[in-house]
C-alpha cells in the first residue's frame, strides 16, 4: 500500500509545483515517448480496487459481451474491446488488442467520478485472473499510447466492441506519446486475489486534461504466458483522492521517498 501512496503522492507533488515544463506540440516538434518503467507497474494491496463495472468503471479491455457500454447517466464512452482470452481455448496465451477513445472521453468520464482537479494522470487497473495452473510470471509484452493516429476507427462517435477489435494494433500516423520500457518484459508475478479485483496499477505519466478533447488516444496492450482465467484491463473510478493521505502527508511522504523514486517526465502534464 505504501508503494502505491509513494507513486501518487509523487505525481501530485509535481503537480502541484507546477509540472515538468510546457507541453510539445506534436505537431511541430518531436516527442520521446514516456517511458513505463517496471517502477510504474505496482501490485496493489488485496480488495483494493474493485473491477466490477456498475457505473464507475469503464472496461477497456475485457472477455465480458454484457458489461463493455462504459455508460453512466448521461456519459456514453467508447466501447470495450471484449475479445480478451478467458481460459481454455487456442487463445488462452496471449493477446495482442487495441482500444481507441478521445481525451474528451476520459476527461468526462473522470469528471463523472472525481472532484475537479484531482486527476492528473491515466492509471491503467489490470485485474490477472492467473490462478490454478496460471504461469508464475505473466509477460506484459507491449503497452503503447498513440496520440492522433490514422487509418482507426472514429472515436468522435461511439466505437462498438467489434471496431475496437479490429484494429488489431494496425494503424498510421500519430504520435508514440509513451510505452512499455523496455518492452517486453516479464515483469508481473501472479498477484492472486481472483476476479472482480485489480492486481496492478499502471501509471502511464499521461495527463489527460493536458490534452484538447478532440485529441485522440490508442492504447495497443500485449500480454502472453496466460495459462488460466481471464484479464480485464479499465480505468477505476473507486480509486479517489480519498484512498491517499492529506496533501501535506502527501508532500511529506513525496519528499522521502524522492531520493528512491525518480519520476519521469510527464506527456500533458
Not at 488489431?168 to 498477484?191: E, F, K, R, S
Amino acid at each position: 500500500m505504501v508503494k502505491l501512496l509513494e507513486r501518487v503522492a509523487l505525481v501530485t507533488v509535481v503537480f502541484l509545483v507546477g509540472g515538468l515544463g510546457p507541453v510539445p506540440d506534436p505537431l511541430h516538434a518531436s516527442v520521446t515517448p514516456v517511458p513505463i518503467q517496471t517502477a510504474d507497474i505496482v501490485a496493489i494491496p488485496p480488495h483494493l480496487t474493485g473491477s466490477g463495472n456498475g457505473t464507475l468503471d469503464l472496461r477497456m479491455f475485457t472477455f465480458s459481451g454484457s458489461e463493455i457500454k462504459n455508460t453512466a447517466g448521461s456519459f456514453n464512452g467508447d466501447n470495450g474491446n471484449n475479445t480478451l482470452p478467458q481460459g481454455g481455448g487456442t487463445d488462452t496465451s496471449l493477446f495482442d488488442e487495441s482500444y481507441v477513445t478521445t481525451a474528451g472521453e476520459l476527461k468526462a468520464y473522470y469528471i463523472l467520478n472525481f472532484p475537479s482537479g484531482s486527476i492528473h494522470e491515466i492509471v491503467l487497473f489490470l485485474d490477472l485472473n492467473e490462478t490454478g495452473g496460471g504461469e508464475p510470471v505473466n509477460t506484459l509484452a507491449k503497452l503503447d499510447i498513440i496520440l492522433n493516429p490514422t487509418g482507426i476507427p472514429d472515436p468522435s462517435g461511439d466505437v462498438t466492441s467489434a471496431q475496437q477489435a479490429g484494429i488489431n494494433q494496425v494503424y498510421t500516423g500519430g504520435t508514440m506519446i509513451a510505452n512499455l520500457n523496455p518492452q517486453p518484459a516479464a515483469n508481473l508475478p501472479v498477484n492472486n486475489q481472483g476476479a472482480g479485483f485489480a492486481d496492478y496499477a499502471i501509471f502511464t505519466g499521461i495527463d489527460p486534461f493536458g490534452l484538447d478533447d478532440s485529441d485522440v488516444l490508442l492504447f495497443n496492450i500485449s500480454m502472453s504466458h496466460l495459462i488460466d482465467g481471464s484479464e480485464e484491463i479499465f480505468l477505476s473510478g473507486t480509486y479517489a483522492p480519498s484512498d491517499i493521505p492529506e496533501p501535506a502527508t502527501m508532500v511529506l511522504l513525496a519528499l522521502g521517498g524522492l531520493a528512491l523514486l525518480r519520476r519521469k517526465s510527464g506527456y500533458g502534464g
